[in-house]
């Protein structure tokens, strides 16, 4: 019998994670049709994915869209539209069944929060969605029977290791980090540490803004809030281990002792594919564990004085509120400033600190105080840096 294929609309799919899911979908056309793409500002990209995936609706978001456009390079059928509001009018369009989140940074709230407002399925590797808005996710998913499926690799093996147990009974789960390329360097070397240093990432190829984030650690913390929220957790249930070799993506202790864990080599099509094809299994695209050769697999308690982003994580998880949102801001404008040869690698994490000690807490923020914390905190990380470099 044919089935009707699944409608993708994919919100960042010139960038990484984009383009691991065009893959998943090129393997599995059969079952997944790629309706709707975005992209800031690579318009010859996006044109090229449009004309292969032969695209309905293709999306630039920078403000000056219009003029960066070589019309005559999409489809004739293929309608090519600007700004925000077109993301939101796609990822909310009954014509579309999983949205994939996939833009970098706080860009992706408006889409995300389109897609859960429309009770789509929301494939989210857009972390910051969560950590800025998770609890409006959730009570808005709860609302419109919206489903928030995890990409981010740990968080994927969380939701797969989970349902070996009932809700109640998991104790804590725990998230793998690599470690990044400075596990091992020394502590008092690290404001020496340069973007070009910071872009080599050991184990992961990914976009530079969380290519950074590995390397700081506030790729961990950012990943400790997005758990509490996806998986309603308290702070106190949430744990980082290094774990170099990232095979092992998280693992999941239930009250009886059993700890479930997920393992494959690191490859973002795994998870990527569970979030679209899930309670399914297709098969796989990405390459299998070698288990015919020996490998060691460690796991090393993080030097929390030498990554303070870990400590700061789970304050944040714990606090909740509108801590999220300024501490991302503020992460986002460091490491910009960052790969831009303004702030030393050393002072990304102090400036998302000082933003979580000087905002002022909204427990149950809005939209639009979200909105207006995220401006503040980018604005004042700006002042905060001028002051301290
Ligand atoms: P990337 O930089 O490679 O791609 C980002 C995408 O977002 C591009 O398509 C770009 O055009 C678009 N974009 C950038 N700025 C934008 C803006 N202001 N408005 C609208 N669109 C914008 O990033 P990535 O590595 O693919 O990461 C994307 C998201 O997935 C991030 O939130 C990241 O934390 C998360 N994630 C990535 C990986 C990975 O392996 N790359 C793993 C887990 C989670
Ligand atoms: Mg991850």
């Known amino acids: 019998m044919n089935q009707r294929r699944i409608r993708v609309a994919l919100l960042g799919a010139t960038g990484s994670i984009g383009r691991s899911t065009l893959d998943v979908i090129k393997a599995h056309s059969d079952r997944f049709e790629l309706v709707g793409i975005t992209a800031n500002s690579n318009s010859s990209q996006l044109a090229e994915i449009a004309t292969q995936f032969g695209v309905r609706t293709a999306i630039l978001t920078a403000s000056n869209g219009r003029e960066l456009v070589d019309r005559s390079r999409f489809p004739k059928n293929c309608e090519v539209l600007f700004g925000q509001d077109a993301v939101e009018h796609l990822a909310s369009s009954p014509d579309v069944d999983i949205v994939v989140s996939a833009i970098v940074g706080a860009a992706g709230l408006r889409g995300s929060l389109a897609a859960v407002g429309a009770g789509k399925r929301l494939a989210i590797a857009n972390k910051e969605t969560m950590v800025i808005a998770g609890a409006t996710v959730r009570k808005l998913a709860q609302k419109t029977g919206a489903e928030l499926l995890p990409v981010d690799s740990e968080h994927s093996a969380i939701f797969q290791a989970i349902k070996s147990g009932r809700e109640k009974e998991v104790c804590r789960v725990i998230l793998t980090a690599s470690g990044g390329p400075f596990r091992d360097f020394p502590k008092e070397q690290m404001d020496q540490i340069t973007p070009a240093m910071a872009?080599?990432?050991?184990?992961?190829?990914?976009?530079?803004?969380?290519?950074?984030?590995?390397?700081?650690?506030?790729?961990?913390?950012?990943?400790?809030?997005?758990?509490?929220?996806?998986?309603d957790l308290k702070a106190g249930q949430i744990e980082a281990v290094i774990h170099p070799q990232s095979i092992i993506h998280s693992l999941v202790e239930f009250c009886d002792g059993s700890v479930i864990a997920q393992l494959s080599p690191p490859d973002m099509k795994l998870p990527i594919q569970y979030a679209l094809s899930y309670p399914e299994r297709l098969d796989g695209t990405s390459p299998r564990l070698d288990?015919?050769?020996?490998?060691?697999?460690?796991?090393?308690?993080?030097?929390?004085?030498?990554?303070?982003?870990?400590?700061?994580?789970?304050?944040?998880?714990?606090?909740?509120?509108?801590?999220?949102?300024?501490?991302?801001?503020?992460?986002?404008?460091?490491?910009?400033?960052?790969?831009?040869?303004?702030?030393?690698?050393?002072?990304?994490?102090?400036?998302?600190?000082?933003?979580?000690?000087?905002?002022?807490?909204?427990?149950?923020?809005?939209?639009?105080?979200?909105?207006?914390?995220?401006?503040?905190?980018?604005?004042?990380?700006?002042?905060?840096?001028?002051?301290c470099c």
């Open 291 to 387: 288990l015919t050769t020996r490998m060691s697999l460690e796991l090393i308690p993080p030097d929390i004085e030498k990554f303070p982003a870990i400590p700061l994580g789970l304050e944040v998880a714990e606090r909740g509120g509108s801590s999220g949102v300024v501490v991302n801001a503020a992460n986002e404008v460091a490491v910009d400033a960052f790969l831009n040869g303004k702030l030393s690698f050393s002072q990304i994490v102090p400036a998302c600190r000082a933003m979580l000690d000087h905002h002022e807490f909204i427990s149950e923020p809005t939209y639009e105080e979200i909105t207006s914390l995220d401006d503040w905190a980018r604005e004042e990380t700006i002042k905060w840096m001028h002051l």
């Open 199 to 231: 872009l080599k990432h050991p184990t992961w190829k990914m976009g530079p803004k969380i290519t950074v984030d590995s390397a700081t650690m506030m790729n961990k913390a950012l990943e400790i809030i997005e758990a509490r929220w996806l998986f």
